[in-house]
C-alpha cells in the first residue's frame, strides 16, 4: 500500500532553515511527481511546488522562489522540502502529497495520497 | 486572499443536502482547468474527495458529488451525517499564476 511518513516537528529560529523528508513506499518513487502543500494554523491549505523524482526538475510557487529547494534521493525513495530564511509566518505544518496519475500521463494536479504532515514551528 | 472563493462556513441538519460553491475566474475554473475537491477531518491530512470536477475516487459515498459550470464549480453532499463533519477544500489550476491554487475552505457543520 502507498505510503508517504514525513520526518518529525520541528522549532526552527527566524532565520534559520528547515528541511522536511517525505519517504515514500507502496509504489515506484520515480514514476508520479511529488508536491508539497502547507497549512498555517487554523487556516486554508497553499501550494508550495513539485519535483520530479524521476528527472530532479522542479517548480516552485511565485511566493517561494529563492527560499525553498525540493530535492530527492531516490535510493531511499525519499523527497526534501527545504525552506530557508524562516519568518514567524512559515509556522505551518508541510505535507507531502503524491498526485493520483504518474508522470507519464502528463497530468499531476490532483492528490490522492498525503504525507501525516510536519509541523514547523519558527519562533525567537 | 485566495484565488479560488468559497464561503467560510456551510450548515446543515442530519439528513439534508448542502452545497459548497468555489468560485474562479478566466485564468483557472473559466478556462476550462479541471477542479478537485478535498476533505480535511480535524487534524488529518486532506483526502481527495472528487478528482476532474465529479469523479469519485474508489471508497467515497455517492452522497458526494461535484459539478462545473463557467467560472465556478460546486460540491453537493446529500444525506448528511455526522461524519461529514470537516473542512472541504476546492483545488484547480491557474494559468496567469502557472500555479495550482486552492480555495480558502470551508468549515461544514452538522447541526
Known amino acids: 500500500q502507498v505510503q508517504l511518513v514525513q520526518s518529525g516537528a520541528e522549532v526552527k529560529k527566524p532565520g534559520a532553515s528547515v528541511k522536511v523528508s517525505c519517504k515514500a513506499s507502496g509504489y515506484t518513487f520515480t514514476g508520479y511527481y511529488m508536491h508539497w502543500v502547507r497549512q498555517a494554523p487554523g487556516q486554508g491549505l497553499e501550494w508550495m511546488g513539485w519535483?520530479?523524482?524521476?528527472?530532479?526538475?522542479?517548480n516552485y510557487a511565485q511566493k517561494f522562489q529563492g527560499r525553498v529547494t525540493m530535492t530527492r534521493d531516490t535510493s531511499i525513495s525519499t523527497a526534501y522540502m527545504e525552506l530557508s530564511r524562516l519568518r514567524s509566518d512559515d509556522t505551518a505544518v508541510y505535507y507531502c502529497?503524491?498526485?493520483?496519475?504518474?508522470?507519464?500521463?502528463?497530468?499531476?494536479?490532483?492528490?490522492?495520497?498525503w504525507g501525516q504532515g510536519t509541523l514547523v514551528t519558527v519562533s525567537s | 486572499q485566495s484565488v479560488l472563493t468559497q464561503p467560510p462556513s456551510v450548515s446543515g441538519a442530519p439528513g439534508q443536502r448542502v452545497t459548497i460553491s468555489c468560485t474562479g475566474s478566466s485564468s483557472n475554473i473559466g478556462a476550462g482547468y479541471d477542479v478537485h475537491w478535498y476533505q480535511q477531518l480535524p487534524g488529518t491530512a486532506p483526502k481527495l474527495l472528487i478528482y476532474?470536477?465529479?469523479n469519485r475516487p474508489s471508497g467515497v459515498p455517492d452522497r458526494f458529488s461535484g459539478s462545473k459550470s463557467g467560472t465556478s464549480a460546486s460540491l453537493a453532499i446529500t444525506g448528511l451525517q455526522a461524519e461529514d463533519e470537516a473542512d472541504y477544500y476546492c483545488q484547480s489550476y491557474d494559468s496567469s499564476l502557472s500555479e495550482g491554487v486552492f480555495g480558502g475552505g470551508t468549515k461544514l457543520t452538522v447541526l
Open positions: 476532474g470536477n465529479s
Open positions: 502529497a503524491r498526485p493520483r496519475r504518474p508522470i507519464l500521463t502528463g497530468y499531476h494536479r490532483d492528490f490522492d495520497y
Open positions: 519535483i520530479n523524482p524521476n528527472s530532479g526538475g522542479t
